[in-house]
């Protein structure tokens, strides 16, 4: 019997200890919790569902990709926002159709339709407002006028066909309202969830160490204050260089005055939209002006103008491998040019 009474007494032991090893490898787990809070702060991205007007989306690629939407066609969307390289064409700012430079870097038009807003300065309410300013920007696509953008579409037969089956109840459907409803309509397809939606929606083996790390970063550090939701940012205003003046760290040529160009408001100074971090890995240089190439310096500038953190090379480091889980390209025969009418 004291055999008995000795033996339980020692499993009971190992038991304690057992269960004690398993509490302190818990509480030693630097991620416990870290998937939790990140579900509070983003939301999944989810793939675009299929169109309900196939015809519409169609056309809309045919515009997005055609030189004839500028002046001397030498220019198309995809020119300044190529599909093949992340919706953006990698340069400070893009050229125009005369030869021109514009004045802001081209935001990439990856999963763009899920912004509040669209441009840098938010003077558009969604991408199908937004498809129109370009086209008739004279340093941009340099088109005239409506009707002479109207006028060329209508002389091609192709065209004609495509319009009709976009807008099958429409008498006269080639108009430039249908115009920018067609490249809109392609441009909600753009949407391109990554690895990182995978751990949001419950795979814990999604991420690997060094990102779980840079996530941890992320959301201790206070990025996730601006940029969070399903974009990681895009949904709200705010200055840039709450801590300091930006081009004292980005070294831009210009100074942009931002927002305040728009509204004219002294509290819009500085002020813009916040870039989302989808693809951003993909979408360099970095900023409203394209000034910064490096996203490791990216990430520095804004802990210290946003955060007035200074921010260790390991941390930058950390985050940017975090960010990196957000790239995911599109596929291929999305990407590509279509045959044109």
């Given at each position: 019997m004291r055999r008995l009474t000795l033996m339980i007494a020692i499993a009971a032991l190992f038991a304690a200890c057992n269960n004690q090893s398993k509490e302190t490898k818990v509480s030693e787990n630097p991620y416990a919790g870290l998937q939790k809070k990140a579900t509070a702060v983003f939301a999944v991205l989810h793939k675009a569902d299929t169109p309900e007007n196939e015809a519409l989306v169609k056309l809309g690629k045919a515009l997005y990709f055609d030189n004839r939407l500028s002046k001397d066609q030498t220019e198309s969307c995809n020119t300044c926002h190529n599909l093949a390289t992340f919706g953006v064409d990698n340069k400070p700012v893009s050229m125009g159709d005369a030869g021109g430079n514009g004045t802001r870097n081209s935001p990439t038009t990856l999963n763009s339709a899920l912004n509040f807003v669209q441009?840098?300065?938010?003077?558009?309410?969604?991408?199908?407002?937004?498809?129109?300013?370009?086209?008739?920007?004279?340093?941009?696509?340099?088109?005239?006028?409506?009707?002479?953008?109207?006028?060329r579409l209508s002389k091609i037969n192709g065209y004609v066909e495509m319009f009709k089956a976009a807008?099958?109840?429409?008498?006269?459907?080639?108009?430039?309202?249908?115009?920018?409803?067609?490249?809109?309509?392609?441009?909600?397809?753009?949407q391109t969830p990554s690895k990182f939606d995978n751990y949001l929606a419950g795979d814990s083996t999604a991420l690997a160490d060094n990102e779980l790390k840079g996530l941890k970063t992320f959301l201790d550090e206070g990025c996730a204050t601006c940029h969070s939701g399903v974009l990681?940012?895009?949904?709200?205003?705010?200055?840039f260089g709450l801590f300091g003046?930006?081009?004292?760290?980005?070294?831009?040529?210009?100074?942009?005055?931002?927002?305040?160009?728009?509204?004219?408001?002294?509290?819009?100074?500085?002020?813009?939209?916040v870039p989302m971090l989808r693809n951003v890995e993909g979408t360099y240089p970095y900023f409203h002006d394209g000034s910064v190439k490096s996203l490791e310096e990216a990430v520095k500038i804004m802990a210290k103008t946003e955060l007035n953190k200074d921010f260790s090379d390991e941390q930058s480091k950390a985050v940017v491998d975090f960010l990196k889980t957000l790239t995911a390209p599109l596929p291929d025969d999305v990407a590509a040019a279509p045959q044109l009418p």
């Open positions: 441009f840098w300065d938010g003077r558009s309410p969604d991408v199908e407002d937004q498809a129109g300013g370009p086209i008739l920007n004279p340093v941009e696509m340099a088109i005239p006028s409506e009707e002479f953008l109207i006028d807008f099958p109840e429409e008498e006269s459907p080639i108009t430039y309202d249908n115009i920018k409803k067609a490249i809109g309509a392609f441009e909600r397809t753009l990681l940012g895009g949904s709200m205003f705010q200055k003046n930006y081009w004292d760290y980005t070294h831009s040529a210009v100074i942009d005055s931002g927002r305040y160009m728009v509204t004219h408001k002294d509290a819009d100074m500085f002020v813009f939209k």
